[in-house]
């Protein structure tokens, strides 16, 4: 019993213990919208997405999410190789994670659906199992998508590299996104999303070349600058971008400038400044991963939980109270245990946390 206490206990001590040379920028930012996705599953649960507060905190966030392919071109210096080797490694660090996430997401959903059932003689939810490969999504943990549409950047973006020149032209990739939900969007997976995901990545790889060229105090001020921009543009414009959905809002071209200054100004900033460690969101960003596979089926087990009393939870602020605490505490307390079964956590072999180390000297002075 001891040790089910003792383990995470360890694992927060040893990041408090963390080297002092480490720019914790990007952890921040990780933490930051792992937080955010959080609150806006829990107020999804709750009833209270639409209200006119929070709309106004998603018009000024709707890029977070977009934020991880962003990083991971950043970092990213491992896209080529031989094929094969390459296909294998990614497919056990995030194909396999989303398959079995996915799965026990469905064990969840349906093993608490017959109690619905005999109270209230139907699902509770409609049900379809076309969701699974049209939208890449599964009963009882829908957000798992992002891992496959993860993966097949990842794949793509390989494939890419292989082409010569043909990275320059990342920017006519949210075109194609865009296009395709026109149409609907009709690819399978979700994976419409799929380009700007790809300009994503290589706006994070250009950006990081940028940067290390202006140097940190020259970074800082254009930083501000893109910032400044973003503001903006955002309010005056009505844009706004659900990468989940591939849905978007508002002109296209205003759309991807406002992004793309976000990302940039912010990242930029940030590690110019080099901001101090903060405990709590640090450690989430560098966890991401677990809060990421496991707040979606904690969110099903409270709302079936109560609906099987006869009790919703939609419509009740004092829910989302009660959730917020409740999934960021189990969450904390699953991390050693989820990060050290690999075909869940995807670390096979010890591999490194997901938000990688950026020494101070990445803007030089």
């Known amino acids: 019993m001891f040790a089910i ?15 002092k040379n480490r720019n914790h920028a990007f952890d921040l930012l990780c933490g930051v919208c792992i ?26 966030t709707y890029y977070f999410m977009c934020f991880f392919f962003f990083k991971s071109g950043y970092f990213n210096r491992s896209v080529g190789g031989p094929t094969g080797a390459y296909l294998k490694g990614k497919t056990l660090r995030l194909l396999v994670p989303y398959l079995v996430a ?11 659906m017959p109690f619905l059932i005999q109270r209230y003689h139907h699902p ?8 699974i490969w049209e939208e890449g999504q599964f009963y009882g943990n829908g957000p798992v998508w992002f891992l496959c549409t993860f993966y097949f950047t990842y794949v793509g973006v ?11 032209a990342f920017f006519l990739f949210p075109a194609v996104s865009w296009w395709l939900s026109t149409l609907g969007n009709p ?19 250009f950006w990081h070349r940028l940067t290390v060229l202006l140097g940190r105090r020259r970074t800082f001020a254009l930083s501000v600058l ?28 205003l759309l991807v400038a406002g992004m793309s200054c976000a990302l940039c100004g912010l990242t ?29 089926p904690i969110l099903y087990i409270y709302k079936f939980v109560h609906l099987s009393f006869g009790r919703s939870i939609y419509g009740r602020y004092d829910d989302v109270i009660l959730l917020i605490p409740i999934v960021f505490i189990i969450c904390t307390w699953l991390v050693p245990y989820v990060e050290r079964v690999p075909w869940l956590s995807g670390r096979w072999n010890n591999m490194s946390a997901p938000c990688q180390k950026t020494p101070l000297s990445t803007l030089p002075s």
């Not at 206490?5 to 080297?19: T, V």
């Open 226 to 253: 893109l910032l400044g921009c973003f503001c903006m543009v955002n309010a005056w414009s009505d844009i706004y971008y659900a990468m989940s959905s591939n849905t978007f809002r508002g002109q296209l071209p």
């Open 124 to 131: 509770v939810e409609p049900l379809s199992w076309s969701h």
């Open 5 to 19: 206490f003792w383990l995470p206990l360890r694992i927060l001590s040893k990041n408090y213990m963390e080297r």
């Open 268 to 296: 930029g900033l940030l590690m110019a400044l080099e901001v101090p460690r903060v405990p709590v969101i640090d450690f989430i960003g560098r966890h991401s991963m677990v809060y990421f596979i496991s707040h979606y």
């Open 187 to 205: 690819l399978w997976l979700g994976l419409d999303n799929l380009f700007m995901g790809f300009f994503c990545f290589y706006l994070g790889h």
């Open 35 to 60: 937080v955010r996705m959080l609150v806006l599953h829990i107020m999804t649960f709750c009833g209270h997405a639409q209200d006119a507060w929070w709309q106004q905190v998603m018009a000024w």
């Open 102 to 112: 996915g799965l026990i997401g469905d064990a969840v959903y349906f093993s608490l």
């Open 158 to 168: 390989h494939f890419i590299e292989k082409v010569r020149h043909l990275r320059y």
